[in-house]
């Protein structure tokens, strides 16, 4: 909104102003032109008077004016177009730009601060972001109006230049000033010529231009005299016939050019011209366009002429005729009926120029402070005596006419109303009277009359009888239909109510209304009406009534002006924005649309200037497509503008937010901003690659991968899995893998846990650790995966595609100190990058590229940014839906021609501190160095190759294959180790099986275990013994590290060895995944990296196979009658639980082994004769063995030792000693169902069953610091409990071995495996699966499968219970009973005859045997203790003869005979089982009973003979 120094009141005032017409000799102009300025031109700076002036009214009473001002102009014969009229106001408002470098104006609105000035164009657009710390500290008031100069330029040449009209009176000429030199020889000749021709151009028909106010014109004659030429006294002598001719009052001697022209420019005299002269720049440059009559040329000197003075070169009589053209008008050869607002912009730097030209030349060089008093001097006599007076004369004569014309006697004041309402007959019909076009008063006529004295009575400010006059004329007008003339009158009424003085009646806004109305709609006049809106807006804005102003400034916008439209929008949008509540929002919006007339009117830098102000509404605001449409229009504005980098930052903003627009809109977008783009690039080729702004990189997803990729599978050969980018981040596998590695880094260092161990990472991505520098591998790829994001709906295509990096060399080997050499940016031999030719990525997909880089030296990689070029390709419709992987092809598509080269940098942010005080009351971030790694010197690579890896096996199924490890480095490798949580799956062997085969297809059908014929019939077991420290399972040994067993040791580079491996399917049903972790070395040894990992996992699918349920029972008999050596039953219980899911035709149990340190079994108890068991699907098979106690282990050990040294199998670990052989020695026994014998000892059979007994060898280890923690007395009572439980202990364990036939592809396989059983206690049922056993014994076998079927969890398979914490207090019953072992000898039937001897004495042989390793003290008591009636009846007719009551003392494991006799009285069977037996160990007090209950009655048959 314009800000003017000036009040509403001066400025109507100034609009309309007494208009003097200047008519001047040649001389004159000539003496002018000395000070480059014509005679208009030199006066116009002091034609406002600086005191007041006195004038009477018709009443006679004095008038006061202040602050006159009068417009003294050369007189133009022609009209002015109104092309030539538009071209003007379009080249002025072109040339009034915000002026650089000025204060800021800030208005604040609500939550916003407008910048509205120069420095909105920085101030709103995306990549100026300090704007708002600018306006808040130059905003120290809450309300500020923004100075449009290019408003007040337009609205100040566009009231100066509209030509007079008939219907009023305001733009005629009231006076003519005719001006002659006092150089010429015949000045008063000079003074009858100008006069005449001034009568001339008046009243003749020749000339309908200029109007004039009335017929008899006020001529004043003014004598333009040089000082520096002398002759003064004919001057005076002149002026002096001057004005005894034309009297005091109508004359004028105007000395001027006191300093000679050739005098230097030693004094400085003010330039009062100039700020009136570049107000017309712009119409003295368009005279020059226009046609041949705007310049001219006197004494060979080029200057432009003020506006005024310009005509065309012709002469009448010795006169200059400069009246002719209107300087304005066009060229003849133009359309002036056209103008076409885009042509603007190409005059604006010849308007520049001018400007330049005219601003550069001086003014008023001749002339002195006393010749400017002289001239002002001159105006005030002018306007004193001459002017005024004339004026005054003329109101009166106006008034006295219109009296005696209405025949009234009353004066003017009294009864003005009357005066003026009276009616008359109109000189027209009624039809032409309604034809508003067609009505015309004549210049006689009384309507007319009144509308002059109107004007007269506005123009010298008497605005009381200015308004009475209006009102009384615009009665008249619209009583005959006159409208054109009636909004005239309409008009001026209102701005007459408006100025006069005390506001005695408010502003008749509808007054306005009505005539801007009229002028638009009924006279089709729109430079009237823009009149009218221009004088009302500023008459309302005034009185703040900001809502009615910029609803009358909206009325007229419309489409035959985008000029005026877009300077009316513009000041409606700041009327919005200076409202008591102001409204953004509607500000913004018309804002926009002035933007949009203005670029249509070709005002560039107008409408960039808008957008931009309107910009800082809805940035941020959620007008996404608002947004949109703004950044593009700054965008276009400011590249033709040739302000590129605003053009390119604007365009850059519509791509990098969400956009909502359609995809051909958006494409629209990215073609213009690839054009902008690249113009910028082409005039900055010095310049670094700048920042593209598309694709979104989602630099956090950034992955790091060191390493080659992986192999894929050939045919039956499968590669490691290892980690690769196409695998996800799993953080519980990941926490797995950590501590395999971990572990196994323990065991490589004499199982000394290091206290900075960091887990090895091939693959950094968001979740991993990445505050240490990662480790490459020279001549290693190092793969980098970016996550790219297109959010716009047309595809974009990516060439040339790479890595930006820096690279620091160094030598980090152990004999250098880390020598640090010059920084390299580039360099194929250095770093070689990968280039991806095309990378397509389609609209709205998120797509990773993979870039590698190849290092060849040691030292520090810095990973800067991807560079790129951005394009998009024709035909984009069928791209959705395509898969990503083409984009990678060369040629593949056809891009557009249109692509930029740029960069964008990988900036990751670390993850947020957390764990100080400082640093939890702050944001800090730490480092993430994932794209920082250090290049190391060369390390060994190996590669693992899985062949015939089985993926589907049986529950205990054990399958043969064979792994190859390949160093494919060039160094060599040792120290090969593989780790794993599940090592009871898999086993590597022993050395007898370690050379490599010909072919893994050569073994395909023989079995998997070490296997001899069966030489002998006999059903007992044969016996061989194996050690756990030989399978890596003894006391304090790690048996999830495995050592691989590499030939020497060592892999040489290109090396490859293929080793068998056996597998064996998990007890339970399920899928299972079993983690591998290769670890190795290198024979060198490195500074930064000491070994190397290699991951695999496997997947394995088993299916139900058997189950296996065993029971020891306690043996009634011993193997002689010595007593020596004891024994069990074992009943084996063998079901077949599969499904026929797998093809499975039927089982074969082929053999039973023991594995026990004190037990063996020895025979089979068959009842059949059928030694072949078959299982059939749901077929279950009961077994009975025989176990007995192992004899002489030691010696049994050594013998085995040495007769078996070539069966023996074992592992040598370093710092082995010959103890742990010993003390972990086993003994195991093979009850054989087949033909051939499966040693059990002896690998994979052995390897399998230890490793599944890996935690029972660390539990007497727990064992034994539970009792030293303890108390002496408590220890002793825990003892002596605890060696009665060992009693019920066995400790046996059960291998079931079997084969299953298979029926698959119409061939018949053999598949083979075991299952373990481990027997803790005596009577007490164990399982293959002893976590579920609770639920078997409670549910039963049906019910328990069904269990089964419903609960498909994977359970991770436990082999053993849970050791008790505590030791029980006394010990159970069951226990008890197991303490000591009795058996009774005597004859089954006896013979006696009762009729010898009345009493049959039979000797009975009780024996004991002590089950524990302590001496036992023994009573045996013989006294029957019963109550029960059915007792007695038994037992009641024998009793025992002798004492009553036996001690004995037991040693360890003995057995002891007792001599009994049982005394009967008549036949009949007897039980003899009633002896009572008590026992206590020997160190303890406690004595407890053994409640001996034999599984089976002692009965004895008495016969008579």
């Given at each position: 909104?314009?800000?003017r120094?000036?009040?509403?009141q001066?400025?109507?005032q100034?609009s ?6 200047a008519?001047c000799?040649?001389?004159a102009?000539r ?6 300025l014509g005679?208009?031109?030199l006066?116009k ?6 005191s007041e002036?006195h004038?009477r009214d018709?009443n006679?009473?004095?008038h006061i004016?202040?602050n ?6 050369n007189?133009i014969t ?7 009229i538009r071209?003007?106001?379009?080249d ?6 915000p002026a650089?470098?000025l ?8 939550d916003?601060d407008?910048?509205?000035?120069d420095?909105?164009v920085k101030?709103?657009v ?6 708002k ?5 130059l ?14 330029a337009y ?6 230049s ?15 000033m005719?001006?002659?030199s006092?150089?010429e020889p015949?000045?008063v000749?000079q ?5 005449q ?6 009243h003749?028909?020749?000339y309908?231009y200029?109007?004039?106010f009335?017929?008899n ?7 333009l005299?040089?000082v ?10 002149i002026?002096e016939?001057?004005?005894q ?12 050019n ?10 400085q ?9 570049q107000k017309?720049?712009?119409q003295?440059?368009e005279?020059?366009e226009?046609?041949?009559y705007t310049?001219?040329s006197?004494k060979?000197?080029?200057h432009?002429?003020?506006l005024?003075?310009l005509?065309n070169?012709?002469k ?8 002719k053209?209107?300087?304005l008008q066009?060229?003849h050869?133009?359309?002036?009926g056209?103008?076409d607002?885009?042509d603007?912009l190409?005059?604006?730097a010849?308007?520049h120029e001018?400007?330049?030209?005219n601003?550069?030349i001086p003014h ?5 402070l006393?010749d400017?008093d002289?001239?002002?001097q001159?105006i005030?006599?002018?306007t004193?005596?001459g002017l005024?007076?004339h004026i ?5 004569q ?9 025949g009234l006697?009353?004066?003017?004041f009294?009864?003005t ?7 008359k007959?109109?000189?027209k019909s ?5 034809s ?5 008063y004549?210049?006689?006529?009384p309507e ?5 004295m109107?004007?007269?009575?506005f123009?010298v400010q008497?605005?009381e009888l200015a308004y009475?006059c209006?009102h009384?004329?615009?009665?008249d007008f619209?009583n005959?239909?006159?409208m ?5 009158a309409?008009?001026?009424?209102a701005v ?10 408010p502003?008749p ?8 109305q009229?002028?638009?709609d009924?006279?089709k006049?729109m ?7 221009l ?6 804005k ?5 809502s009615e102003a910029?609803?009358?400034?909206i009325?007229?916008t419309?489409?035959?002006?985008d000029?005026?439209?877009?300077l009316?929008?513009e ?11 102001p409204?953004?929002r509607k ?5 926009i649309l002035a933007g ?5 009117a070709?005002?560039k830098?107008?409408a ?5 102000q309107?910009?800082?509404?809805y940035?941020g605001k959620?007008?996404?497509?608002a947004e949109d449409h703004?950044n593009?229009?700054i965008g276009?504005q ?5 302000q590129?980098?605003?053009?390119v ?6 791509l990098?937010?969400d956009?909502?627009?359609?995809a051909?809109?958006q494409?629209a977008f ?6 902008v ?9 010095d310049?670094?690659?700048?920042q593209?702004?598309?694709?979104y990189?989602n630099?956090?997803a ?9 192999r894929?599978?050939?045919g039956?050969k499968?590669?490691a899995?290892?980690i690769?980018?196409d ?17 196994v ?5 004499k199982s ?11 693959c950094?991505n968001?979740y991993?650790?990445?505050?240490r ?6 001549e ?17 295509l ?10 620091q060399?160094?030598d ?11 920084l390299?940016?580039?360099g ?5 990058a990968?280039v991806?030719?095309?990378f ?6 998120t797509k990773m590229?993979?870039l590698k880089?190849?290092?060849h030296?040691t030292g520090?990689l ?5 560079v790129?070029n ?5 035909g984009?419709t069928?791209?959705?839906?395509m898969d990503?992987?083409v984009?990678?092809q060369?040629?593949?598509?056809i891009p557009n021609g249109?692509?930029?080269r ?5 900036e990751?942010?670390?993850?947020r501190l957390n764990?100080t005080?400082e640093?939890k ?14 290049i190391t ?5 190996l590669?693992?190759f899985?062949?015939?890896?089985p ?6 199924e054990?399958?043969?294959t064979y792994?190859?490890?390949?160093n494919?480095?060039?160094c060599?490798l040792?120290?090969l180790?593989v ?6 799956c ?5 050395s007898s099986t370690?050379?490599?085969p ?6 395909e059908?023989?079995?998997a ?5 069966k030489h002998?019939?006999?059903?007992c077991?044969?016996?061989s ?6 399978f890596?399972?003894g006391i304090g040994?790690?048996t ?6 590499l030939p020497?040791s060592?892999?040489?580079?290109g090396?490859?060895v293929?080793l068998?491996m056996?597998i064996?399917g ?5 899928v299972?995944e ?5 670890y ?11 070994h190397?990992v290699?991951?695999h996992?496997a ?5 139900r196979s058997?189950?296996?349920?065993a029971?020891?029972y306690r043996?009634?008999a011993?193997?002689n009658?010595?007593?020596e050596?004891d ?17 499975v ?12 340190k004190?037990?063996k ?8 004769e059928?030694k072949?068991i078959?299982l059939?699907?749901r ?8 176990a007995?106690r192992c004899k002489d282990l030691l010696?049994?050990?050594?013998t ?7 069966i023996k199998?074992r592992f040598?670990f370093e710092?082995l000693k010959?103890?742990?052989?010993f003390?972990d020695?086993?003994t ?5 169902f087949?033909?051939?014998?499966i040693?059990?000892s002896?690998?994979?059979c052995a390897d399998?069953f230890?490793?599944s007994?890996?935690s029972?060898f660390k ?6 610091i539970?009792h ?7 220890q002793?009572l825990?003892n002596?409990v605890?060696l009665?439980?060992?009693?019920s202990e066995?400790d046996l364990?059960?291998?079931?071995l079997?084969k299953?036939y ?8 053999i598949?083979e495996g075991?299952?373990h ?5 005596v009577g ?13 014994k409670i549910?039963?076998?049906s019910?328990?499968?069904?269990l089964?079927q419903?609960?498909?969890e ?6 053993f219970?849970p050791?008790?914490s505590?030791?029980?207090?006394r010990?159970?019953?069951d226990?008890?009973s197991?303490?000591i ?5 005597y004859p089954?039937t006896?013979?006696?005859?009762f009729h010898?001897k009345s009493?049959?004495?039979v000797?009975?042989?009780l024996?004991?045997s002590?089950c524990?390793q302590?001496?036992?003290?023994v009573?045996?008591d ?5 109550t029960?009636?059915e007792?007695?009846?038994i ?5 025992w003869?002798g004492?009553?009551q036996y001690?004995?003392q037991l040693?360890s494991l003995?057995?002891s005979?007792?001599?009994?006799k049982a005394?009967f009285?008549?036949?009949g069977?007897?039980?003899l ?6 026992a ?6 406690t ?16 016969n008579s003979?």
């Open positions: 909104m314009a800000q120094v000036q009040s509403v001066e400025f109507l100034d309309f102003v007494p208009l003097v017409a008519l000799s040649e001389e102009e003496l002018t032109r000395k000070n480059n005679f208009c031109e006066v700076p002091f034609c406002r008077l600086t002036v004038m018709p006679n009473q004095l004016i202040k006159l001002k009068i417009a003294v102009n007189i022609q009209p002015p177009q109104p092309g030539a071209k003007l106001l379009n002025v408002v072109t040339v009034s730009q650089e470098g204060v800021a104006n800030v208005i604040t609105a609500g916003y407008l910048n509205i000035s420095r909105s101030a709103s995306p990549w100026y972001s300090s704007w710390d600018t306006l808040m500290g905003n120290t008031s809450t309300f500020y109006s923004a100075t449009t100069p290019w408003f007040e609205r100040e040449s566009f009231l100066q509209m030509p007079a009209s008939d219907h009023e009176f305001l733009n005629h000429y009231v006076a003519c005719l001006v002659v006092s150089s015949e000045p000749e003074f009858l010529k100008l006069s021709e001034q009568h001339r151009i008046q003749s028909n020749e309908c200029p109007k004039w009335i017929p014109t006020l001529k004043y004659y003014v004598l005299h040089d520096s030429a002398g002759e003064e006294q004919r001057a005076d002598s002026y016939e001057m004005k001719r034309y009297g005091t009052q109508g004359c004028y001697l105007l000395k001027i006191s300093r000679g022209s050739n005098r230097g420019a030693d004094e005299i003010p330039d009062p011209w100039s700020q009136y002269l017309s720049n712009i003295i440059q005279s020059c226009d046609g041949p310049v001219i006197n060979n000197t080029d432009f002429i003020p005024d003075e005509g070169d012709s009448v009589d010795g006169l200059s005729n400069n009246f053209t209107h300087p066009l060229d050869t133009s359309d002036s056209c103008f607002g885009t603007y190409k005059s604006n010849s308007l001018s400007k330049k030209l601003t550069g008023g060089m001749c002339l002195t006393t400017h002289r001239i002002r001159f005030q006599e002018f004193f005596r005024l007076p005054e004369k003329t109101i009166r106006l008034n006295d006419q219109l009296i005696s014309r209405k006697s009353r004066s003017l009294s009864a109303k009357k005066w003026f309402s009276g009616g007959v109109p000189e009624i039809n032409e009277l309604k508003t076009s067609g009505l015309l004549p210049l006689e006529a007319l009359q009144i509308r002059k109107a004007d007269l009575c123009l008497h605005y009475s209006y009384t004329a615009k009665k619209l005959d239909q006159a054109l003339y009636a909004a005239g309409l008009e001026m009424a007459s109510a408006f100025l006069q003085p005390g506001a005695p009646r502003y806004a509808h007054y306005m209304d009505t005539a801007i009229t002028y638009r009924i006279c006049n430079m009237l009406a823009e009149r009218c809106v004088l009302s807006a500023e008459i309302l005034s009185q703040s009534k900001y910029a609803a009358l400034l009325r007229l419309t489409e035959d002006s000029l005026r439209s877009a009316l929008l000041q409606a949008a700041h009327c919005f924005i200076n409202m008591k509540s409204m953004v500000f913004a919006f018309h804002m949009h007339r203005y670029s249509k070709g005002q830098k107008h960039l200037r808008c957008y931009c309107a910009m800082q509404v940035k959620g007008w996404s497509l703004i593009f229009t276009r400011s590249f033709t503008l040739r590129l980098e605003n053009a930052s604007a365009f850059r903003h519509i990098i937010n956009s909502k627009q359609t051909s809109q494409g990215l073609r213009e901003y690839l054009y783009y690249r113009n910028v690039s082409q005039l900055s080729s310049e670094p690659l700048p593209l702004p598309l694709p990189i630099s956090s950034t992955r790091v991968f060191f390493g080659h990729d992986r894929p599978a050939e039956e499968q590669a899995t290892h690769s980018l695998q996800e981040y799993d953080s519980e596998y990941s926490q797995q893998w950590k501590e395999l590695e971990e572990q880094v323990a065991v490589a260092n000394v846990a290091l206290s900075n161990f960091q887990p090895t990472q091939y950094l968001k991993s650790d990445n505050s520098f990662p480790l490459g591998v020279v290693e790829p190092i793969t980098v995966e970016v996550a790219f994001r297109n959010p716009l709906k047309v595809p974009l990516l060439t040339d595609l790479s890595l930006l990096w820096k690279f060399p160094k980090f080997s152990l004999n250098s100190n880390g020598e640090t050499k010059e390299i940016t580039c194929k031999d250095v770093i070689g990968e991806i030719s095309e397509l990525i389609n609209s709205e997909e590229a993979r880089l190849f290092p030296q520090e810095h990973i800067l940014g991807v790129y951005l394009g998009t390709i024709q984009t069928v791209l959705d839906g990503s992987s984009g990678l060369a040629g593949k598509y249109t692509s930029v740029g960069r964008q940098d990988l990751i942010q670390g993850p764990n005080k640093e009351t702050s944001i800090k971030y730490g480092p993430d160095r994932r794209l920082d790694p250090i010197e060369e390390m060994p690579l590669e693992v899985f062949i015939n890896f993926t589907g096996l049986l529950c205990g054990i399958r043969k792994v190859e490890f390949m494919v480095s060039k060599p040792t120290r180790k780790v794993s949580k599940r090592p009871e898999f086993t590597f062997g022993g370690i050379l490599t010909l072919s893994p297809s050569t073994s059908h023989c079995s275990y070490k296997t001899v014929l002998s019939t006999s059903v077991s044969l016996m013994s194996a050690s756990s420290v030989d890596g399972a040994n790690q999830e590290v495995i050592d691989v067993p020497d060592v892999l040489l580079p090396a490859s293929q068998p056996w064996r998990p007890d339970e049903e399920g299972h079993i983690h591998f972790l290769f190795y070395e290198s024979i060198k040894k490195h500074s930064k990296m000491c190397r290699l991951r996992t997947v394995i699918c088993t299916s058997l189950t296996v349920r029971t020891a043996s009634n011993l193997e009658e010595k007593g050596g024994n069990m039953l074992v009943f084996v219980d063998v079901e077949n639980i599969n499904t026929s899911e797998a093809g035709k039927e089982f074969h149990i082929v053999q039973v082994s023991s594995n026990s004190n037990w079994l020895q025979e089979s108890i068959n009842l059949s059928d072949d078959k059939a699907n077929e279950k098979g009961k077994l009975c063995l025989k007995v010696g049994m050990h050594l085995f030792w040495n007769n078996f040294s070539t199998y040598h710092g010959l103890s742990f052989l003390s020695n086993y195991f026994a093979d009850i054989i087949g033909n051939e014998q040693i059990s002896t690998s994979p399998f230890f490793r007994l890996s029972e539990r007497p280890q727990t064992q034994h539970m030293t923690s303890q108390g002496t007395a408590q002793s825990d002596a605890r009665i439980q060992k009693c066995v364990n059960i291998i079931v079997w299953a298979v029926i698959e592809d119409n061939k018949q396989l598949l075991q299952h059983v481990v027997l803790h206690t007490k049922e164990a399982f293959s699966f002893p976590q579920k056993q609770g639920f078997k549910l039963g076998n019910d328990w499968e069904d089964e419903e609960s498909p994977m359970v991770l398979f436990n082999f219970r050791e008790s505590s030791v029980p207090a010990p159970s019953p226990h008890l197991n303490l072992k009795t058996s009774l000898h089954e006896y013979n006696h005859s010898q009493l049959c004495v000797p009975v042989i024996l004991l002590n524990s302590a001496d036992v003290d009573i045996i013989l006294r029957h203790k019963t029960s009636p007792t007695l009846e037992h009641g007719s024998f009793t003869l004492q009553t001690k004995l040693k003995e057995v005979s007792l001599q009994l005394c009285v008549h036949t069977v007897y039980n089982g009633t002896p009572r037996v008590f206590k160990l020997s160190d303890q007090v004595l407890f009973e053994t409640s001996q209950q034999n599984s089976m009655p002692a009965l004895i048959i008495i003979i």
